[in-house]
């Protein structure tokens, strides 16, 4: 790490950090400018002693150089990490496309969004039972029959399920039922369910947070590492800036950013990213594009009657030919889609 | 709520947004514009049919005209709520001061600190004993030893305890010692732990999150109200934007904003809207000048050797001079500091 | 329009507001609902009113109904708009590359670059002869000695002129030797530039601002239609944002969405966009796969060795791959690329 | 500057860095880590290097120590600078209010709102008379007509003239009547203008951009200083955020810091900074407590009449409590109000 020093910072307080640094085991080298005093750490620490160096006196700041993700940097590990869900890869060359409904509202729906996108190609199938809304007024999701619905639909269609879990009490009874477990936006840095979800030993679904940087992505996944568990799939959905017209800005280069950054999955979700369904299959194009490893899309059979997320949800025929416009673009790069075996 | 049709849109559409606006029990005004069709609407509605409207065909977009939030709306309630913390009032004459250490770390540093700001004029000690920290690999707290020192310190000094829950299986425990729950800017959307902490009967304050609207703010304040537990504390604490010199960029207009769209206290936090120890005093200022109820203030009496926030820590010297400062801009307002009875 | 008024408005009030768009032409619809009135206004009229309207006492809020651009708009010119530049045309089928050096440097690294583009498969090189830059000590370019560079390098390579105005008192120097006329961020509201160049004549490339919304870009582009110059060109440069990794944020679904409300070719500037070389290609490909009718690209023979912008610029061979991949891409979507005809 | 290589850079790519940073005149040091080479360089120079040295093979980021401003900073003049504007001095222990209308609209509203703002304690009267306005179609100000009425304003009332320069070719004009030009937001880095005006021997109002960070806006200023003008007055007026529900976010973090890092005299503009009235007076007492050098402030004796900016206008009567309540906040900081001499 480096330590700046203020501009008038005195020999003493120069000589306290200098100390301090030797006591914690530092290699420590001096660059007198004209202006400034600049002191080289080098040896293996975290942030924390980052943050109390800068509370010395005559220190104007400390720049970590190190990275402050271990096991999810690319550095720790170099090839890509495939993470197997069921039968299918991801992370591999193969791109894998989970759809259906944003909330699961009744068995017809989600059968018939499940029929539906199994058919178009999608591998797994989303759905919410437990839904974290904005308002305490709005549908909140089914609950347990939820998880039930997802079970029947997944022995129907052969999907792998990717359901959020929004309460670590109801944690495990959401693991009986998921393929994935999904951790949404809000939840991002809700380390207490991290760690519970992460011991479940069930691949992850790590959405981005609406405003985390992309280090504050790659360590919340490294909460999830750090337990054992490398079954992390990241998922860029969109962060919050300034534009109004679109509900979220679906960040592209942070993909691309975080798969050069990382060796885990990175997928995009398009219908969170836009919240505009004439936006979503141009940006799914786009993102295959870029290299992401699969999409999320939100897909009703009648969004005008959807509990939630109606305006970004695709009807079926529009999800069939995301898919088909997709693969063509997969190609150009040497991918293909993966599907459930006939 | 208003639902403007596309500039194209057809008659048919037009008529079936009608339809299904009236058979949900509105009352329904239409207006034809020379480039669109305008739809008035008027009842009781959530947003719920916002979206499913927004998804018919033909429709443009849905403008909801009542704010979603009922309870915490100042229409709900005109006079400003008091939350009462033991004998302390919130949201009254007085303002409070909640200051203290980022993190409990030790008995004697969170003593020394509780005597200290008990001295200075804070009614209320704040200190982290389960703490989120970005990174797994930083300083997770103390824990339930935590919780038994400040229980110690409340006893040893008449300061109330304001600690921060983070996972729901604590929140009991954290209860029996707390006399104010903290739920923090990463949990503001947790809805399991909002839901949770709610029926636990106590004061809650309420951070607002990194990129929190104030509208979404008031909504995760209605989760709380909602459930009966109208001891809600609101807290400003920055938020995220472009700005990266200072840790967060402190909201003051939302300050002033809430306090005019709800009957609910507001605090304001400097130490980790600015992140710097430099600009919490003319902050705290601006604050208490702006209409602030209290503060959220970081000591730590050796802010250099703070597990964390330690560059935004005041030391009790330093302290003492903002309490000082403050009491003379709250003067003006005719408010004065509220205290432990000698 | 739509004038919410407050919750408490008084009778008067509201007949204030009613007389008054009565007055100004406005056909009035009143609403009452049960906490609030609404009185929706058909007529045909500018922004204007509706701050005027705002500061009406009892009014809450004004919502425009009709979309403030008029000229730019696709419902004013349904059909794509397409930029003659010379021979190339652009917005049309096939897509456009303009690539070039941040800055012109000397003559030997333009013209070098100037061959190594067009081979590749460029039609139009970048340039600037005039710098905006962040500091005043840093290189603020050739200026007229850039310009006449520029027209060797087209005289030479048959590539159009893609150059920068920043300053009034030279734009018509710039026009003489530009095929079309760069504005970029930071002057994409400096309304008098727009006023100046608009006249010239020429094609202008109009950047989106740094944190300009997708209706602020187009009413900055109605300036210049304004003065019946349709030869606009938008190019979206990524936005600013909190994440810091990226030097911006592009905002794909900004060009989607522009693509759709607005009949102007759109650009992407994947260099600026992200700041870094190692993002560009994809993010170039992602551009293309989203629907952009081109790019814009640094390239420099010696990124090192660059008196601006040197970390986001490809050298000859790695543009080389670009357009190979982004022209695979284009293929899918049914374009090819513009190229100079042998 | 501090060089950090990639992880995996090579030691001849690292000898490159340490062979050209000498060339250039730098001293160096090379820290070996366990998994980075990190290079510190001492010496004076600008960016410029920076960017370049980022391209070089093998460097992951190069991390500038200094700051890039010089005369804007305190460490160049420790003292604060004090900005005469005829007999008032801006910066010094007396604050002073500018305040007026969005826009010279006509001879009697100019009158009326100067002798009330006058009366009410202000010293220097705004008003723009060329007005940068976001649609072409909105009113874009009196032109040459409204700087004689701001003209005859000042020898009415004895006010001082602050108005908005926006056009290169209007810029002696505007100077033959202004006593200080000031800068909009939009403007903040039209390089061509700020370098234009500081030749003009006046004071200038530099506001900051909407999406500036602390370090671009004092470099924009630097562009002033560095034309031999230094009577540079500052004015943070509101950033873009996330927050639609007030107009800009005032970022007083921004000027505490921007009060600290350089000697320049900092005002406020809660007018601007909030966009709604009912903010402006609690915010403008928190701008005076946080240090503010003065205030910036909107009004106008109709609002509801306003061509411009009216929802965020005062009303005399409101600009007269708005005096008092921000002369009480002045005193307990040890300031009093700059008065018009009787």
Known sequence: MIV???AGAEEKEIQGVVARLEKEGFKVHLSRGTLRTVIGAIGDKTRLEHQA??????VEKVIPILKPYKLAAREFKP???IVEVGKFKVGGPEIHIIAGPCAVESREQLLETAHAVREAG???LRGGAFKPRTSPYSFQGLAERGLKLLAEAREETGLAIVTEVTDQTKAEAVAQVADVLQI???NMQNFALLKTIACLGKPVLLKRGLSATIEEWLLAAEYILAEGNFKVILCERGIRTFETYTRNTLD???LVAVKQLSHLPVL???SHGTGKKELVIPLARAAIA???DGLLIEVHPKPENALSDGPQSLRPEEFFSLVKEVVGIAKVLGRSLGRIPA
Chains 1, 2, 3, 4 share one sequence.
């Open 4 to 6: 700046v020093m203020q």
């Open 53 to 58: 160096l800068e509370a010395m006196p005559g």
């Open 79 to 81: 090839e890509n990490t």
């Open 122 to 124: 999608a591998t797994m």
């Open 184 to 186: 949404g936006s809000r």
């Open 252 to 254: 592209l280069s942070a």
């Open 268 to 270: 995009a979700d398009p």
């Open 290 to 292: 870029a290299g992401a």
